[in-house]
């Protein structure tokens, strides 16, 4: 199979062993072979852009998500001895809630491995939990122009070269400081800060690092909070579009269902915004998925349409990604 998700064709998809997709996809799947995921994530982009933040370049969380799969049937997907999985890599951009950039592995690959892959952009900023500590591609990404902000491991080891005496409510320091670490100090040689954060709803201290030495403290700080989005994101995914469960066990199957899915997303995305819908974005799926070949208005068809409440449509504690 492909592994770059624009090189799959309508032939390839016509004449792969797994082209008899059921209808729960079937709206996913059409989209899909249509035109190229990349396709449909600009489209989204540029249909949702905003500048939230007014920092004069997109802002990106990159995480992962594992799908868990059973290694006797997905033979190829190795994770543990006895266990299969793939990784879904994500670069979400947080202002227009889509995912500008996705990168699928086995499970076994460390998170760190994936920044590699990561289309980065000058004056951009890159947002990381503590798994992605790697000092190397933190460099290289400083070195693109690009900024990043990414949670501190407890070991850190550094000293510090200068420090902000009057600090903002809830910020401990704001410290500049150089890695002594044996490798991170030959992986990062210029200096990084240091920001210390005591978050009041959690009551915990939070430490992070960034390049970004021309943002206040607070912007640091507001920035990692926004990386839960893309947990969100992993969410909504999961339980709306059915990605835990596969129509077909070989790894071809498995990432056009992927592909897919964030398609189907990225459609929802945009109907919503342009229509101005005040509906859940799972109405808006179920309406387009049972709607496929009705010729009504889509205004007058999201208008007549009513959903009873139910528990697996409407879930209260359920993410609502598009209303941020």
Not at 204 to 216: D, G, M
């Amino acid at each position: 199979m492909p592994t770059d998700p624009n090189a799959i064709t309508w032939e390839w998809a016509r004449t792969s062993p797994d082209h008899h997709w059921p209808e729960p996809i079937r709206i996913g799947i059409t989209i899909f072979l249509k035109s190229t995921p990349t396709t449909w994530v600009n489209r989204a982009r540029e249909t949702r852009a905003t500048n939230i933040f007014e920092l004069g370049g997109n802002v990106y969380a990159f995480d992962s998500t594992t799908i868990d799969l059973c290694l006797s049937v997905f033979w190829w997907a190795k994770f543990r001895r006895r266990k299969g999985g793939i990784k879904v890599h994500t670069l979400y951009d947080v202002e227009t809630q889509i995912p500008a950039f996705f990168h699928i592995t086995e499970a076994s690959v460390h998170d760190s491995k994936a920044m590699k892959e990561i289309p980065y952009e000058s004056g951009s900023y890159y947002i990381f939990d503590r798994a992605y500590n790697n000092f190397k591609m933190l460099y290289k990404t400083h070195q693109i122009g690009a900024y990043f902000v990414i949670r501190a491991k407890t070991n850190l080891q550094y000293k510090t070269i200068k420090w902000k005496r009057r600090l903002p409510r809830n910020m401990l320091s704001d410290l500049t400081i150089k890695l002594t670490g044996f490798y991170p100090k030959q992986y990062y040689p210029g200096a990084l800060r240091l920001v210390k954060y005591w978050d009041e709803q959690q009551e915990r201290e939070f430490v992070f690092l960034t390049n970004a030495t021309h943002i206040s403290a607070l912007q640091v700080a507001n920035l990692y909070k926004n990386r839960w989005q893309v947990e969100l994101f992993f969410k909504w995914l999961k339980q709306h579009l059915k990605i835990k469960k596969f129509w077909g066990t070989t790894e071809n199957a498995v990432r056009i269902q992927v592909y897919a899915a964030i398609c189907t997303y990225c459609l929802v995305a945009i109907v919503q915004h342009d229509m101005k819908l005040d509906r859940s974005t799972y109405e808006v799926l179920q309406i387009l998925s049972i709607s496929l070949t009705d010729k009504t208005n889509l205004r007058e068809l999201f208008s007549k349409t009513k959903f009873q409440y139910d528990k697996e449509r409407k879930d209260l504690n359920g993410p609502n990604l598009f209303n941020f």
